[in-house]
Nanobody
Framework: QVQLVESGGGLVQTGDSLGLSCAAS????????MAWFRQAPGKEREFVAA????????DYADSVKGRFTISRENTKNTMALQMNSLKPEDTAVYYC??????????????????WGQGTQVTVSS
């Protein structure tokens, strides 16, 4: 089992920056690919960004590419999402997720075995 805990959400204004963090505990952190998803009220949970077990490979949704940066620190069992130039449409609950690395980055929620409880990000206009 892997336990994931997000932190860093909050209320910001359009154009601001915000950093999210995900702390993992349980099994060997470097065995897992990690990702961020988000879910806005009334919408399905959507992929935001993913990072391979080593951090060498990343993948971003088109809506956040160039504004968000995903990273991880395996020695500290942590993953981060740096969000710049935030927009009101970025408002959502952000979730940290993990799956056992199998050679490729994946976007579908069904591939992810472990999820955090979520942290709210609100961007005011």
């Amino acid at each position: 089992q892997v336990q994931l805990v997000e932190s860093g959400g909050g209320l910001v204004q359009t154009g601001d920056s915000l950093g999210l963090s995900c702390a993992a505990s349980g099994r060997t952190f470097s065995n897992y690919a990690m990702a961020w998803f988000r879910q806005a009220p009334g919408k399905e949970r959507e992929f935001v960004a993913a990072i391979s077990w080593s951090g060498a490979n990343t993948d971003y949704a088109d809506s956040v590419k160039g504004r968000f940066t995903i990273s991880r620190e395996n020695t500290k069992n942590t993953m981060a999402l740096q969000m710049n130039s935030l927009k009101p449409e970025d408002t959502a609950v952000y979730y940290c997720a993990a799956y056992t690395w199998r050679g490729t980055l994946l976007r579908a929620t069904s591939h992810y075995d472990y999820w955090g409880q979520g942290t709210q990000v609100t961007v005011s206009s």
